[in-house]
């Protein structure tokens, strides 16, 4: 009699659960972190103009908001609110700036002022640098007393005290400015960086493009040296991984276009090694017979 063979027993995928308790663990410990941070990344004050020292002195105060910045095409839009301040004078103020959308905005008493908005330039830096480009936002304010929005009739008047503050409302963008008090007006420069939660993640992408190349280069020469055999499947997980390395491109915060550093350092380097991996695989199955393949 043939004896029946013991019924075999699944065996408990032990190291697959620590794996995945360990992943889960590291989840909830970024997801921790990333919630105690989270305040930190709200809107907050980048500027208030030394002059005058506090805000109950002004006759007027703005409010300079970040609302998006566009870096292929190398500009902010900024959003200009402007109030009413404690020392406002009866007649009114009229308020310069070098924004396009507002060279002249008149704040009267007890009256309510539109917001308006502008596409400002960048005065210097470039999309190129991605994910460490630094540009640089300038303005400049002066308040004169009066609604006259001619400013050659006001070459003579006096420049009156206001309230400047600036508000970064852009995602992923850590803003800085700087400012200085010429003829009567503020100058403000604004320095836009990406965040270090943008940097790292995008560092991160860089890294997986090539490791992931690395991989797919080791696996080829594995089965060139004939170290591991040739399936015919391996063809189809490298033509995969081509294109979800391309479609992985997408996820860079920020949407720049194609040419960054990032793409000439990461991107480019990993679809070719991946392209060059799947070609020679593709060599190997039609030089070499089954037997070689192992088929």
Request: no cysteine; glycine share 6%.
């Amino acid at each position: 009699m043939v004896e029946e063979a013991p019924p075999q027993t699944l065996r408990e995928p032990r190291w697959f659960l620590i794996g995945a308790v360990a992943v889960l663990i590291v989840a909830a410990i970024a997801i921790y972190f990333g919630l105690q941070n989270l305040n930190r990344s709200a809107p907050g004050t980048l500027v208030t103009s030394v002059e005058p020292p506090t805000k109950e002195n002004s006759v007027v105060s703005l409010r300079v908001s970040i609302e998006a910045i566009n870096a292929t095409s190398g500009f902010a839009s900024l959003r200009l609110s402007a109030h009413q301040g404690p020392a406002m004078p009866k007649e009114g103020v009229v308020i310069f700036s070098s924004l396009g959308g507002a060279p002249a905005i008149v704040v009267r008493p007890d009256q309510l002022v539109a917001d308006t908005t502008s596409q400002v330039p960048f005065s210097s830096g470039s999309v190129a640098d991605y994910p460490f480009d630094k540009y640089e936002l300038t303005m400049a304010f002066v308040v004169f007393a009066g609604t006259e929005t001619s400013l050659p009739n006001t070459e003579h008047a006096t420049g009156l005290p206001f309230h400047l503050v600036g508000v970064d409302d852009v995602a992923g963008i850590d803003a800085t400015a700087t400012h200085k008090v010429e003829d009567q007006q503020v100058n403000l420069v604004v320095t836009l960086t990406r965040a270090a939660s943008t940097t790292g993640w995008v560092l991160a992408m860089m890294a997986i493009y090539w490791l992931l190349a690395l991989g797919a280069l080791a696996v080829t020469l594995s089965i060139v040296a004939k170290l591991r055999p040739f399936e015919t499947r391996q063809l189809a997980w490298l033509s995969a991984l081509l294109f979800a390395l391309i479609t992985f491109r997408t996820a860079a915060p920020g949407s720049p276009p194609i040419g960054t550093f990032f793409d000439f350092y990461a991107m480019f380097e990993g679809v070719a090694v991946v392209a060059a991996a799947l070609l020679t695989l593709m060599v190997v199955y039609l030089v070499r017979s089954r037997g070689r393949l192992g088929l």
